[in-house]
């Protein structure tokens, strides 16, 4: 498998500020990172893949200029969340695909934002 | 487009009784198929797979099997502990971009 680490694992901020959630990948070098959300007591949406030196691929509906994606390295996928509301109260989970492991996803322990 | 359906829960349960998830699924071509498990506050983790027909995976107890002739992948532990009180998660990849399809998870509460 594939060991994928997030920080913070917990935040909380006041509106209209940005937050900024890290998720590396410490075993091996992923090109290809993905970013979930989760509401409470609900199912995984996929927010966007997250390519090493290339622009993010965004799902439909997600804002693109809310949820800034970095992926500059091949350890290390960002998502910064911009002038954040409380509706973008949420569980992230990031996600990496294991080394010659075709399509399987390993999963970070995710981070709990919560905006005031 | 792909989808996931698995049963609703709460599933409550004795320890050592035994557990059936069901999980069905529709996909074009020829998916492979994972089951999750997500304890209270943390991420996913892989709890098994099978990437083909009539493959089995197994862990820790659980199984699945792969069965394309009913587009299913239930699964089935024979003697459950109150640690397997989790949420359990179907998914399916197949789509371009390796994307998972989750199901809407289901919830498990093993009671001692």
């Known amino acids: 498998g594939a060991v994928v680490s997030q920080h913070p694992s917990r935040v909380i901020c006041k509106s209209g500020t940005s937050v900024k959630i890290e998720c590396r990948s410490l075993?091996?070098?992923?090109?290809?990172m993905f970013w979930y959300r989760q509401f409470p007591k609900k199912s995984l949406m996929l927010m966007a893949t997250?390519?090493?030196?290339?622009?993010?691929?965004?799902e439909q509906g997600v804002e693109k200029d809310k949820f800034l994606i970095n992926h500059a390295s091949l350890t290390l996928s960002t998502l910064t969340v911009t002038s954040a509301h409380p509706e973008d109260s949420s569980f992230y989970i990031c996600?990496?695909?294991?080394?010659?492991?075709?399509?399987?996803?390993?999963f970070g322990p995710g981070t709990r934002l919560t905006v005031l | 487009g792909n989808s996931v359906t698995q049963m609703e829960g709460p599933v409550t349960l004795s320890e050592e009784a035994f557990l059936t998830i069901n999980c069905t699924y529709t996909?074009?071509?020829?998916?492979?198929l994972f089951w999750y498990v997500q304890y209270p506050g943390e991420g996913l983790q892989l709890l098994l797979k099978?990437?083909?027909?009539?493959d089995k995976g197994s862990n820790k107890g659980f199984e699945a099997t792969y069965r394309k002739e009913t587009t299913s992948f239930h699964l089935e532990k024979g003697s459950v502990q109150v640690s397997d009180s989790a949420v359990y998660f179907c998914a399916l990849s197949g789509a371009a971009g390796n994307k998972l399809t989750f199901g809407g998870g289901t919830r498990v509460l093993v009671k001692p």
């Open positions: 075993d091996f070098q992923a090109t290809t």
């Open positions: 996909a074009t071509g020829y998916p492979s």
């Open positions: 997250s390519n090493e030196g290339s622009k993010a691929t965004y």
């Open positions: 996600s990496n695909m294991g080394a010659g492991e075709g399509d399987t996803q390993y």
């Open positions: 099978a990437t083909k027909a009539d």
